[in-house]
Structure formats: structure tokens, C-alpha cells
């Protein structure tokens, strides 16, 4: 119980990184293009990985290297956008809709898996679009980066279903091996093609580059696959409602993002969204 409890602290601890990571990545796409960035971040997690799982990726197999790259696929798309959308919106912004993808699931899961969503994911879906509806409209326009983030929740949302159907007989963590250096490599190739590649040049996108390349990425990997065999699922999920919940603490005390009333009732709508969702889930397992 008390290695269970350590790691549900620990999980908790990755979701506030995560949090952060949106207005630490807001201000360093400043000075760094989106591509540029997830390539140095996502080759340190890959550089890290490699060494925490060097024996076992000697072993690597094909079926592993297959899933895993097209899980990372998805996962470059996700975050592409995901990045891209942070130079044209607040940080608070995008941590909420990223936050959809939990929405996003059940639904997806009807399609791909024939998983029909209950009545309270269908409700859930209702909640999330009128809340993405308040959060994102401003003087009866939408920034082109909520459209971007909103992609980005869609490209979770499937990266989650692919593993579902990927992950049932591999090595989950070369298998997130894998994907990361996907990431990285994919982001190399857009970043170099486009003429984007550069270093970083300030401290600030450096040090960024290094606490979400180790922290949020290789460990924060390790920590949730962890925690996933340690507690019920639910209780994970529960946990990552948590991450738009910090982004939107973050964004607001070192962001300075400011959000009217009717944009605070569309994000705690999507946090709703979220938790009528999850709650679901929590009575299936029941």
C-alpha cells in the first residue's frame, strides 16, 4: 500500500510538470520554432530512455518496433500541433483543451474498437463542446492556435486508443522508447525540411528543453507506467484530470493569463466534461 500511495504521489507530481510545461513551452516558442523545440526535448527523453532501457532494447521486437512507430506517429502529430497551437494562444488555453482527449476516448473507441459510449460519455461529449465553446470564443472569433490544440486533443485522444490495441502483449516501456525517438526523429526531419532547425538561444528554452526532456518525457513515462500496474486505472485517469487544473493555475500566476467569466465557465465546464467521463469508467470497473 504505502509503494502504491508512492507512486500515486509521484503520478501527481508529473501531472503538475506537465501543467507547468504549458507556459514553460509557451515562452520558449518565442525564440524557438515548434519543430526545433520538440526535437531537442524529445531527443534528450530519447537519449535518457536509451540508457535506462539499454539491455532491453537490444531485444527489441519487430512487432514492438512496428506498433510503436505508428504510436508515435500519432504522438508527433499530437504534439506537433500541440506546440504549434502554444505560439498563437495562452497557455491556459491549451492546457484545458488538450484536456478533451479524456472526451475524445470514449467516443473514438466506438469507431475503431465498437466500444459504444454510455449516456454520461455522450453527456460528457455535450459538456466538453459547450465548454470548449465559452473557453475559446473571443468577440465571436476563435484563435487559430485553440483549432491547433483542439487537433491535438484529437491525436491523444487516438494515440490512446492505438495503444489500447497495442500495447496488450508488448514491452510497455521499449514500446514508449520507441515512440519518444519517433517523435524526435519525425520532428528532426519537419524542423531541418522547413529550415527551422536551430539551437536554443536562450537559458530559459534550454532549461525547459531539459526538465520536460527527462522529467516530463523518460521519467514521467516511467513513473506513469508504474503507477498504472501499482493502482486501478481510474485512479489514473483521475489524477490526469489534474494536468488542465495545474496548466490553467500555471498560466494564470506565471503566465499572466486572464480569462472573463464566461471563459472560466467553459473551463471548468471541460474539467466537468473530464470527471463524467472518468466517473464512468469508475462504475464499469465497479
Not at 472526451?103 to 459547450?130: D, S, Y
Not at 483542439?150 to 500495447?167: E, T, Y
Given at each position: 500500500?504505502k509503494?502504491?500511495k508512492l507512486?500515486?504521489v509521484?503520478m501527481?507530481?508529473?501531472t503538475?510538470?506537465?501543467?507547468?510545461s504549458?507556459?514553460a513551452i509557451?515562452?520558449?516558442v518565442?525564440?524557438?520554432?515548434?519543430?526545433?523545440?520538440?526535437?531537442?526535448?524529445f531527443l534528450?527523453?530519447?537519449?535518457?530512455?536509451?540508457?535506462?532501457?539499454?539491455?532491453?532494447?537490444q531485444?527489441?521486437?519487430?512487432?514492438d518496433?512496428?506498433?510503436g512507430t505508428v504510436?508515435?506517429?500519432?504522438?508527433?502529430?499530437?504534439?506537433?500541433l500541440?506546440t504549434?497551437?502554444?505560439?498563437?494562444?495562452?497557455?491556459?488555453?491549451?492546457s484545458?483543451?488538450?484536456?478533451?482527449?479524456?472526451?475524445f476516448?470514449?467516443?473514438f473507441a466506438?469507431?475503431?474498437?465498437?466500444a459504444?459510449?454510455?449516456?454520461?460519455?455522450?453527456f460528457?461529449?455535450m459538456?466538453?463542446?459547450?465548454?470548449l465553446?465559452?473557453?475559446?470564443i473571443?468577440?465571436?472569433?476563435v484563435h487559430s492556435g485553440?483549432?491547433?490544440?483542439l487537433?491535438c486533443a484529437?491525436f491523444f485522444a487516438?494515440h490512446?486508443?492505438?495503444l489500447?490495441?497495442i500495447?496488450?502483449?508488448g514491452?510497455v516501456?521499449?514500446l514508449?522508447?520507441?515512440?519518444?525517438?519517433?517523435?524526435?526523429?519525425?520532428s528532426?526531419?519537419?524542423?531541418t525540411?522547413?529550415?527551422?532547425?536551430?539551437?536554443?538561444?536562450?537559458?530559459?528554452?534550454?532549461t525547459?528543453?531539459?526538465?520536460?526532456?527527462?522529467?516530463?518525457?523518460?521519467i514521467?513515462?516511467?513513473?506513469?507506467?508504474?503507477?498504472?500496474v501499482?493502482?486501478a486505472?481510474?485512479?489514473?485517469?483521475l489524477?490526469?484530470?489534474l494536468e488542465p487544473?495545474?496548466g490553467?493555475?500555471?498560466g494564470y500566476?506565471?503566465?499572466?493569463?486572464?480569462?472573463?467569466t464566461a471563459?472560466?465557465f467553459?473551463?471548468?465546464l471541460?474539467?466537468?466534461a473530464m470527471l463524467?467521463t472518468?466517473?464512468?469508467?469508475?462504475?464499469?470497473d465497479?
Amino acid at each position: 500500500m504505502k509503494q502504491e500511495k508512492l507512486w500515486v504521489v509521484a503520478m501527481i507530481a508529473v501531472t503538475v510538470l506537465w501543467g507547468w510545461s504549458f507556459v514553460a513551452i509557451h515562452e520558449s516558442v518565442t525564440t524557438l520554432s515548434a519543430s526545433a523545440f520538440n526535437t531537442w526535448r524529445f531527443l534528450v527523453g530519447a537519449a535518457v530512455m536509451l540508457v535506462l532501457l539499454a539491455r532491453r532494447i537490444q531485444h527489441i521486437k519487430l512487432a514492438d518496433l512496428r506498433h510503436g512507430t505508428v504510436a508515435g506517429v500519432a504522438l508527433f502529430l499530437a504534439y506537433t500541433l500541440q506546440t504549434s497551437g502554444l505560439v498563437f494562444t495562452t497557455a491556459s488555453n491549451s492546457s484545458f483543451i488538450t484536456g478533451l482527449a479524456v472526451v475524445f476516448t470514449p467516443l473514438f473507441a466506438k469507431v475503431f474498437l465498437n466500444a459504444p459510449p454510455t449516456r454520461q460519455q455522450v453527456f460528457g461529449a455535450m459538456l466538453a463542446t459547450i465548454g470548449l465553446g465559452l473557453l475559446t470564443i473571443h468577440d465571436l472569433s476563435v484563435h487559430s492556435g485553440d483549432v491547433l490544440v483542439l487537433g491535438c486533443a484529437v491525436f491523444f485522444a487516438l494515440h490512446i486508443i492505438i495503444l489500447s490495441r497495442i500495447s496488450k502483449n508488448g514491452d510497455v516501456e521499449v514500446l514508449a522508447f520507441i515512440q519518444v525517438l519517433v517523435v524526435a526523429l519525425l520532428s528532426l526531419l519537419w524542423s531541418t525540411a522547413t529550415g527551422e532547425m536551430s539551437l536554443p538561444r536562450t537559458s530559459q528554452a534550454m532549461t525547459t528543453i531539459l526538465i520536460l526532456g527527462i522529467g516530463g518525457t523518460a521519467i514521467a513515462c516511467f513513473v506513469q507506467t508504474k503507477a498504472q500496474v501499482l493502482t486501478a486505472p481510474t485512479r489514473i485517469a483521475l489524477i490526469l484530470v489534474l494536468e488542465p487544473v495545474f496548466g490553467g493555475m500555471f498560466g494564470y500566476f506565471l503566465g499572466g493569463d486572464r480569462l472573463t467569466t464566461a471563459n472560466l465557465f467553459g473551463a471548468v465546464l471541460i474539467v466537468v466534461a473530464m470527471l463524467v467521463t472518468e466517473f464512468k469508467l469508475k462504475a464499469k470497473d465497479a
